[in-house]
């Protein structure tokens, strides 16, 4: 099985391309914090609808609005992408969830990935979700005959320190629980991302440009929260179609 | 100054497109072999003529002809890509050249990127002449008011574990030797790259794709020579128009 990384969205070239990866199961990584507001969501609910339009998220009816712009919470929203936020107000999202009301998450970097790829299956990873991510994918792929590709989603031009330590912690997952004798240089796109995951990579996501920004605007928590490993379970499928993400 | 990374000729997408790096200095990186053997001919004589097409190799006129295909010499062609065979042969190398003769190499993967970037100033790095092309690269940089690109020329579709560690070694002295008080953080992009050169790189290198298929072709030495830290001080500077590369 091929195992491989995507360098596709951070670039010097047009951000807005679309990737095919219909070959692949996808795993898309936005560190902090979209992913593991996903997770934190569909801990709560089976299906939550993904927009990078604030006007489109303002279209879903009778709707808790969730998002972001520059990581602050969007004016006249229910609550920001805050998985900590989130996890406070569970109750309240829980019971609406369940009186069929919606929830609609709008973020800008990982809607804006999701919307790109090609591909029958794309799964949401997290470093809170990551070996029960790399579980479902590695089965997924095994079962159509299919690869796995990581995709740190990045910043608009920048490059997110984070999600590729993210992918690096997936994709040791993905080897450890499979298959031990895989050579290293059998997959040597994926050693820089797997070698920082045996540094001090905490650090290097607090320290980061996105951590720094999170601390700065007073969401040290989420930082703590998207960088506890395998503290969430459920594993999101997006689907293009309807634009949501429902557990896998 | 910026410093950065590019991951543009590693990726899903098309390999041929064209880059715009006006706003840099560029480090071309293609650490097996090709830029070994272009600071080795530096070495010998000012200026070669480097081409991707055979056909055009052999259109000039009076040269020694220089080149590899999937890392074996060209039938017909003088040399193999190989800094080793040259090194042997430079005195008839540098006899050619000082008796009017001219040198022409011909390479795939180093020749496509360098004809697909668009910027003043190419350079050649390698890790044979990592601190000198870090030096060079910053002084014109600065003189011209750009960052630097440092591109990983990697195989076509394929990544290059042996090119990322170059531009993480040159990176390196590109820190050291200029600002010790840059902090990482400021450039996110490198920190793969740079945290490779920690590792235990040239095992890495030795046991990569390229590296395994230069072994069983018979040259060991080439690795042990391109992989050995600032042992050239030449730089080649790339001319598009001329697509010739001159020493700088």
Chains 1, 2 share one sequence.
């Not at 520059?70 to 989130?86: C, H, Q, R, T, Y």
């Not at 919307?115 to 994918?137: C, M, R, Y």
């Not at 089965?139 to 608009?156: C, F, Q, S, T, Y």
Request: aromatic letters at 10%.
């Amino acid at each position: 099985m091929k195992i491989s990384i995507s360098f596709d969205f951070f670039g010097s070239s047009e951000i807005q391309k679309t990737v095919d990866f219909s070959d692949y199961c996808v795993i898309v990584i936005d560190v902090l914090r979209a992913s593991a507001t996903i997770c934190t969501l569909l801990d709560l609910c089976d299906k939550i609808y993904i927009t990078g339009s604030i006007e489109k998220a303002g279209d879903i009816e009778n709707s808790i609005k969730i998002g972001e712009r520059n990581a602050k919470k969007i004016e006249g929203f229910d609550f920001g992408n805050s998985p900590v936020e989130l996890t406070v107000n569970k109750n309240l999202i829980k019971e609406h969830f369940e009186n069929g009301g919606n929830i609609v998450l709008t973020t800008t970097n990982g809607t804006r990935v999701l919307e790109n790829i090609v591909s029958d299956h794309i799964l949401i990873g997290s470093i809170t979700n990551a070996k029960s991510v790399a579980k479902k994918a590695y089965k997924l792929a095994k079962e159509n005959n299919k690869g796995i590709m990581l995709v740190p989603v990045h910043r608009k031009g920048n490059f997110a320190i984070e999600d590729f330590i993210g992918a690096g912690i997936i994709a040791d997952y993905i080897f450890k629980e499979y298959d031990e004798k895989i050579p290293d240089e059998k997959f040597e796109e994926l050693i820089p991302a797997r070698m920082l995951t045996k540094s001090d990579w905490v650090r290097k996501i607090f320290e980061s440009n996105s951590g720094k920004n999170l601390k700065e605007l007073g969401y040290f928590e989420d930082l703590i929260f998207c960088t506890s490993k395998n503290t969430q379970k459920s594993v999101g499928i997006f689907d293009k179609k309807s634009g949501s993400i429902s557990s896998f």
